[in-house]
């Protein structure tokens, strides 16, 4: 029999077959709604969970690196972005620990192995910053030595956040500590492991400013900030198991500074946490202090222990209500369709997909970031039992679609099983599925993901088969099934 890995190549290449030329056909659509009208939700959200991971899939490179899109021009985005393979390597480490088949587990395995031999090199590779905050290379890991912004401090953070999940799966197994101390954690000063070198590079610069993960803004920002916090708590945890005490220490007290800059970043008179500070650019970025930066700051950082700017934090829910009503209007597409929003990067934006001279657009990943927020919440919700009210978080309350809402209250506590409760976790629900059904409307019969979607007339546009969009397509759908296997 011909073995799993060897099919699921040969389907990859036919794939890759196929995408040649669909950037051009994804420019010239001129019309939204392109998915035939009887597929239903139910079956869009199953064929595009398939499509998803073979996406993600096609991006991924023999030898470890990751695109972040096959597109080589009108984008160019065909490198290997630290951000990106960070972030995506956690699905192949989720589609490896779930396999049920040996083979299956064989052939994501392999990509985790290469990713880390090759992310290994990358580190050691000598760059314009100097480091590890330079931010892409190019796909055989040269470095990439043209103008760019650089440095940039979020790669490191997502890359040690997925791998440490990684690490303590392959703990569990009979000659895992041996694996991981060999190539992911060594416990030693200079490391020659990923993991470690990561987390002493983190707590070592983060004072340092760095361009946001939008690339385009230097100073101190509360994505690359939540995340490095999460990288350290979680690196302590993984320090603690393998006796490096000391190192366990030290990261949880950089993470504990690292709250107190935080906090900063909340604005209590526009009521926003405020995406970057002590920035020297300011002429016409993020002017009104709001960016989906901060939302997916929220969701990549999560933890179900966690109390530290929670999806439930009543300034998180006061940032996302902010951010959803300045798009709201801003985008043609939003004022002709009853269904959620179309959501973008931040208000004043000006890249399109091809050039920095043009409005900007929603994009994917932001929509389906606003999706898997509402499906997060509900069950953090019901993992508590009980929905708490601020006032600081009311309006985000009392603006979800449900007539049942009209009488909560500043200070209410509604337990589980309470009307209340009950009402907030399906409006919740529905405020998730709103964001997807928005995402459905505009995805092509080929069901490809790109960055962007075209403001006026819905397409999509910018680059093809971006590995991000799967992702986050792929996390919100997640999220919205773990729900679903509650009573809601």
């Not at 103008?147 to 401090?153: F, I, L, T």
């Not at 926003?272 to 002429?283: E, K, Q």
Request: glycine residues 6%; hydrophobic residues 40%.
């Amino acid at each position: 029999m011909v073995g799993f890995g060897k099919i699921f190549k040969i389907l990859l290449g036919c794939l890759s077959l196929l995408m040649v030329g669909v950037h051009a056909e994804i420019v010239n659509k001129s019309e939204v709604g392109s998915l035939p009208r009887e597929l239903t939700f139910e079956v869009w959200l199953n064929q595009q969970s398939t499509r998803s991971i073979a996406g993600i899939l096609q991006n991924v490179m023999p030898h470890g690196a990751f695109s972040a899109s096959p597109s080589k021009q009108n984008p160019d985005y065909f490198y290997h972005w630290v951000r990106d393979s960070g972030l995506v390597i956690d699905k192949i480490r989720s589609l490896y620990t779930e396999a049920q088949d040996e083979e299956k587990q064989a052939f994501y395995k392999n990509i985790l192995d290469k990713f880390i031999e090759f992310s290994r090199r990358l580190q050691l590779t000598e760059n314009l910053s100097g480091g590890l905050g330079e931010p892409k290379f190019h796909i055989d890991g040269s470095p990439y030595n043209l103008s760019w912004g650089r440095p940039q401090h979020d790669g490191p953070a997502l890359r040690a956040i997925s791998l440490i999940k990684l690490a303590h799966h392959e703990l569990a197994k009979k000659d895992g500590l041996q694996w991981v101390k060999s190539n992911l954690y060594d416990g030693k000063l200079p490391s020659n492991t990923l993991i470690k070198v990561d987390l002493e590079f983190i707590s070592d610069h983060w004072r340092q400013s760095s361009f946001d993960l939008w690339e385009e803004i230097k100073g101190d920002h509360f994505y690359t900030r939540l995340v490095q916090r999460r990288a350290l708590l979680d690196g302590a945890e993984l320090a603690d198991i393998l006796g490096d005490l000391g190192a366990a220490f030290w990261y949880r007290l950089q993470a504990r500074q690292l709250e107190i800059a935080l906090q900063k970043h909340w604005n209590a008179k526009i009521a926003t946490i405020v995406p970057t500070l002590h920035t020297t650019r300011d002429d016409r970025y993020k002017r009104a202090g709001l960016d989906s930066a901060v939302i997916l700051a929220v969701l990549h950082a999560h933890h179900y222990s966690d109390t530290f700017f929670t999806l439930s934090d009543e300034k998180v829910l006061s940032t996302l209500r902010n951010i959803r009503k300045g798009f709201e209007k801003l985008y043609p597409i939003n004022n002709h369709q009853n269904m959620a929003p179309a959501i973008g990067r931040y208000p004043e934006d000006s890249y399109d997909g091809y050039s920095s001279d043009q409005q900007g657009n929603p994009w994917t990943l932001a929509i389906c970031a606003f999706a898997e927020f509402h499906y997060r919440l509900a069950s953090e919700f019901m993992q508590k039992g009980v929905v708490q009210i601020g006032s600081i978080a009311l309006p985000f309350f009392q603006e979800l679609d449900t007539a049942d809402l009209i009488h909560i209250k500043a200070g209410g506590h509604y337990q589980k099983n309470s009307r209340e409760f009950d009402a907030i976790i399906r409006a919740l629900r529905k405020t998730g599925d709103a964001y997807l059904e928005r995402l459905k409307y505009h995805v092509p019969e080929d069901l490809s993901l790109a960055e962007q979607i075209n403001k006026d007339k819905g397409y999509m546009q910018g680059a093809p088969d971006l590995a991000w969009s799967y992702l986050s397509f792929l996390t919100a759908n997640e999220q919205r099934n773990i729900l679903i296997g509650t009573k809601y």
